[in-house]
């Protein structure tokens, strides 16, 4: 194989890196298992409502879209618009470090790649700061 034909061959996407749709079910089933199991996540579970069924399909689905698989939120709801979508709910500094912490933890439970782990780190950082609508 030449140099070139390194160049032109597709790398693979976060998605199937992961191993697609199975893995990302489980990792935002791990998520949303410690959110509930954990104290110190407390402040993201208060968030969240008395049911997490509906949060947890939502999760998965824009996943799915976000990590470079099927767009099985946009097909289902639209454009994401993350921040117009979230601005209902308090996000300070709080929930944004506890969200970060739960699914650091539970992509290290799911066993996400230790390279995709910490680029998803940085990724997830970037949206949750953006999506905060509290200063504290």
Sequence with gaps: ????D??????P?????????????????????LMELEPGFSALRAAHGPDLASARDKLFWFLCGWLGGPQHYVERHGHPRLR????????GVVERDQWL??????MGDVGVD???RAHLRTAFFQTADWMRNQAN
């Design 1 to 4: 194989m030449t140099e070139e």
């Design 6 to 11: 390194n160049n032109n061959t597709p790398q």
């Design 13 to 33: 996407t976060p998605f199937a890196i992961i191993g697609g749709e199975p893995r990302i079910r489980a990792l935002v089933e791990r998520f949303y298992d």
């Design 84 to 91: 117009a979508r979230h601005m209902p709910f308090a996000i």
């Design 101 to 106: 912490a739960c699914m650091d933890q539970a």
């Design 114 to 116: 230790a390279d995709l």
